[in-house]
C-alpha cells in the first residue's frame, strides 16, 4: 500500500556532529523520492531528491542513500548546525501519480 | 522569484461553517497540490490540479473540494466544518515536468 514511515520520531545530536535520519517506505512502485525540513511556522522546504535509479546523491552538507532491496531511505547531514533544528520528512511519488506520500516526520534537535 | 503564497494565514470557524482557502502558486508553475497536516495524521494529501483539472484525489470527504483557475491560483474550500478539520492546510506547486513540490507556509484552521 502506500505508506511511508519513519523509525525514529525523535532525534538529538551535538552541534558539529554528523545526524542520519532513516525512513522505510513500502511501495516499490515509488520511483522518486523527497527530503523536506520543516521549521516551526513554516512550510515544508525541499532539502534533496533521489530518483530509484540512483543509490545515492549529495548535495551541500546533505546526502541521500537509497536501498530498494530493503526500501529504506535515509539523510545524512554532515557537521550539525542550530539552524538544521526541524522536523524531517521523507515522501515518495509513486511513478505517473503527482502526489506526495509523506512519513510522519522525524524531529531532530541539534544540541550547544 | 516569489514563493508560493497562501491566503489566509490564519482563519477560527465554528462547526457548521465553511471556508475558503487560497494559493498563489510560483510563476510558471501550472500544477497546485493541497495537503493536510494534523499531529496526529502528519502530512496528507488532499488533491492536485493541473490545467484548471483536477488530476489527482485523496481519501478526503465530498466536504473538501478545490479548483484551479486559468492563472494557475487555486481555491481549496471545506463545507460544514468539523472540530476534527482544525489543522495546517499546505499548498504547493510544481514547476512543468518535474515531480519537485515548493509549499506555501500554510493557513492554520481552527475549527471551534
Known amino acids: 500500500g502506500e505508506s511511508v514511515g519513519l523509525h525514529l520520531p525523535t532525534l538529538s545530536v551535538q552541534e558539529g556532529d554528523n545526524s542520519i535520519i532513516n525512513c522505510a517506505y513500502s511501495?516499490?512502485?515509488?520511483?522518486?523520492f523527497i527530503w523536506y525540513k520543516q521549521e516551526s511556522g513554516k512550510g515544508p522546504q525541499f532539502i534533496i531528491d533521489i530518483r530509484s535509479n540512483m543509490d545515492k546523491r549529495q548535495g551541500q552538507r546533505v546526502t541521500v542513500l537509497l536501498n530498494k532491496t530493503v526500501k529504506h531511505l535515509s539523510l545524512q547531514i554532515a557537521a550539525t548546525q542550530p539552524g538544521d533544528s526541524a522536523v524531517y520528512f521523507c515522501?515518495?511519488?509513486?511513478?505517473?501519480?503527482?502526489?506526495?506520500?509523506f512519513g510522519q516526520g522525524t524531529r531532530l534537535t541539534i544540541n550547544p | 522569484k516569489a514563493g508560493v503564497t497562501q491566503t489566509p494565514r490564519y482563519l477560527i470557524k465554528t462547526r457548521g461553517q465553511q471556508v475558503t482557502l487560497s494559493c498563489s502558486p510560483i510563476?510558471?508553475?501550472?500544477?497546485v497540490s493541497w495537503y493536510q497536516q494534523t499531529p496526529g495524521q502528519g502530512l496528507q494529501f488532499l488533491f492536485e490540479?493541473?490545467?484548471?483539472?483536477?488530476?489527482n484525489k485523496g481519501n478526503f470527504p465530498g466536504r473538501f473540494s478545490g479548483r484551479q483557475f486559468s492563472n494557475s491560483r487555486s481555491e481549496m474550500n471545506v463545507s460544514t466544518l468539523e472540530l476534527g478539520d482544525s489543522a495546517l492546510y499546505l499548498c504547493?506547486?510544481?514547476?512543468?515536468?518535474?515531480?519537485?513540490?515548493?509549499f506555501g507556509p500554510g493557513t492554520r484552521l481552527t475549527v471551534t
Open positions: 515522501a515518495e511519488i509513486i511513478q505517473g501519480a503527482q502526489k506526495l506520500v
Open positions: 510563476s510558471g508553475h501550472r500544477s
Open positions: 490540479y493541473f490545467s484548471e483539472t483536477q488530476r
Open positions: 511501495n516499490s512502485a515509488s520511483d522518486y
Open positions: 504547493a506547486s510544481s514547476p512543468p515536468w518535474s515531480y519537485e513540490q515548493y
